[in-house]
């Protein structure tokens, strides 16, 4: 397997936070104290993986204490989480809505991790509440229904795993896609951690929601294409393996054309923002101009960090095995099977 992946161009250039190396530290620090990591190879895996690095390419305006919580996030997402789901857990939908139940409690602020007392639950909940410290309510209110629908992707996935669902085509597939990513509450991040937040009566004007689905649908391309030594072994979700299946192509011929997909989105992105976000800045106040720019700035940033996260991460490097330390950070003993 090709380590390229999908292939496009951006004119956007990478930017990286100048708090990156505090970052790293201040994850690492959390993740030892909050019992996310367990060992030397599991600091270095995290250091390899290059979490804090996709944090600071994400938000590179955010202070040193936001890029220290956007560093934390990024470590608690993937291990203590995410590749959770990809294993075992993963195929007991009632054991996913339980731990899902109790992380949109904590969203909600309807319940504490009590509801579902493990580690990864119980750093969500420390985690949760720095990153929306001093946030408007409409922002919050916004953050909080993104990262529910994250969290109930997840139930969707384990159900669709045990009862053998597929995706037909990729507009359907990309429907969920930016869900399961939390897409859209990473975006949401943006606008407080060293963005401009955007007004609620502009944020869902139809050309900023084509933008933010457009910039999903790119880094879907993109992510999936350099994850298949994964994703080959585990089944998972990927829009590689859909394009092979419904085209009846190659391997080769499925990453061309998620490339030719990937590119033909970000030209129709740059051209969107040349032609109506301009006449929509121009048709404000004054005062909210500059958060609409420093919107596109934001998807900007994520296309152009994911894209350089996925060429440097090793996380994707080979199929992975979950360490037998790990095992008990999702789900307690005594867990519905």
């Given at each position: 397997m090709t380590r390229t992946g999908a292939v496009f161009t951006t004119p956007?250039?990478?930017?990286v936070n100048p708090h990156l190396d505090q970052a790293r530290e201040s994850a690492l620090a959390w993740m030892r104290r909050s019992g996310l990591l367990d060992g030397e190879q599991a600091e270095r895996d995290f250091v390899?993986?290059?979490l804090a690095d996709v944090a600071a390419f994400f938000y590179p305006n955010a202070s040193a204490e936001e890029c220290c919580t956007a560093a934390q996030m990024m470590g608690w997402y993937f291990l203590p989480f995410d590749d959770q789901l990809d294993g075992e857990i993963g195929r007991r939908p009632g054991t996913v809505a339980a731990v899902c139940n109790a992380l949109i409690g904590i969203v909600h602020g309807a319940s504490g991790p009590e509801a579902y007392d493990t580690p990864t639950v119980r750093a969500f909940a420390d985690l949760w509440s720095r990153m929306v410290r001093g946030m408007s309510l409409p922002l919050r209110t916004r953050l909080a229904y993104h990262w529910t629908s994250y969290f109930s992707s997840q139930v969707t996935e384990a159900i669709d795993r045990t009862t053998g669902f597929a995706h037909r085509d990729l507009a359907d597939y990309f429907?969920?896609?930016?869900?399961?990513?939390?897409a859209f509450g990473q975006n949401d991040l943006g606008e407080k951690w060293g963005g401009s937040e955007v007004p609620p009566e502009l944020w869902h004007h139809p050309v900023l929601r084509r933008m933010r689905q457009?910039?999903?649908?790119v880094v879907a391309l993109r992510n999936d294409s350099m994850s298949l030594p994964h994703e080959d072994v585990t089944s998972g979700l990927n829009a590689i393996h859909l394009i092979q299946r419904s085209r009846g192509c190659t391997r080769q011929e499925a990453l061309a054309e998620a490339s030719r997909h990937a590119q033909e989105k970000v030209d129709e992105l740059v051209e969107l923002e040349e032609r109506a976000l301009s006449r929509l800045v121009r048709a404000v106040e004054r005062g909210q101009r500059g958060a609409l720019t420093g919107y596109a700035d934001i998807i900007h940033d994520w296309i152009r960090g994911d894209y350089e996260w996925e060429?440097?991460?090793?996380?994707h490097d080979q199929h992975r095995v979950m360490p037998d330390w790990a095992s008990g950070l999702l789900v307690g003993a005594g867990a519905e099977r």
């Open positions: 956007w250039p990478l930017r390899d993986w290059r429907s969920l896609r930016a869900a399961t990513t939390c457009l910039a999903a649908d060429q440097i991460t090793t996380r």
